[in-house]
């Protein structure tokens, strides 16, 4: 199947501890992307990469960290910088002009 | 930085009427403009998307885009239950792919 894996669906980090969300796509898309959502709140970017080996910080990029080595892996590190990181992530990836949207990972600080 | 305004909601309305949804954005050279839909607890997924002035259908949904009044809007024909859910308006930016979102607007569809 193609699309857009994002693990685990649940993650429970303990304050001071850096955490990783995993996002793989089988789709061949160049771009890829990662947002934050909030309860009653929209989409806000963190980061997005348009080619391997090449990011940008989006709207909301501190606290967190990612790579791109492969095309078809974004992975997002939340660090303990990141001072309230419990969120639902999305990550999504787009040869267009509108993204696909993995099924994201619901983070909870405990 | 971009704002994109949507009203606040929520939003209920009978099986059967019309659902009007609305959107406000800032950045006037903006080109691309989407609906996505957001059940609870789910992931974002496009219903449609629009670029020119004036209206665009797909089955049941309308959407309709004024750029000179900075406005966009999503209409819901024959509203179903299944169609409760967060629509989330978003505006593409000078990168591609690069999205700005509003904080949607939760839509109940009641028997």
């Known amino acids: 199947d193609g699309g857009i894996t994002q693990s685990p669906k649940y993650l429970f980090r303990k304050e001071g501890q850096n955490v990783t969300l995993s996002c793989e796509q089988n789709?061949?898309?160049?771009?890829m992307y990662w947002y934050r959502q909030d309860p009653g709140q929209g989409l806000r970017l963190i980061y997005y990469?348009?080619?391997?080996?090449?990011?940008q910080k989006g709207d909301i990029a501190e606290g967190y960290s990612v790579s791109r080595e492969k095309k078809e892996s974004f992975p997002l590190t939340v660090t303990s910088a990141q001072k309230n990181p419990t969120a639902f992530y999305l990550c999504a990836s787009s040869t267009s002009t509108s993204p696909s949207f993995g099924q994201g990972t619901r983070l909870t600080v405990v | 930085q971009k704002e994109v305004e949507q009203n606040s909601g929520p939003l209920s309305v009978p099986e059967g009427a019309i659902a009007s949804l609305n959107c406000t954005y800032s950045d006037r050279v903006s080109q691309s403009f989407f609906w996505y839909r957001q059940y609870s607890g789910k992931s974002p997924e496009l219903i449609m998307s629009i670029y020119s002035n004036g209206d665009k259908e797909d089955g049941r949904f309308t959407a309709q885009l004024n750029k000179a009044s900075q406005y966009v809007s999503l209409l819901i024909r024959d509203s179903q239950p299944s169609d409760s859910a967060t629509y989330l308006c978003a505006v593409g930016g000078s990168t591609l792919g690069r999205l700005y979102f509003g904080r949607g607007t939760q839509l109940t569809v009641w028997p």
């Open positions: 990469s348009q080619i391997v080996n090449d990011f």
């Open positions: 789709l061949n898309h160049d771009a």
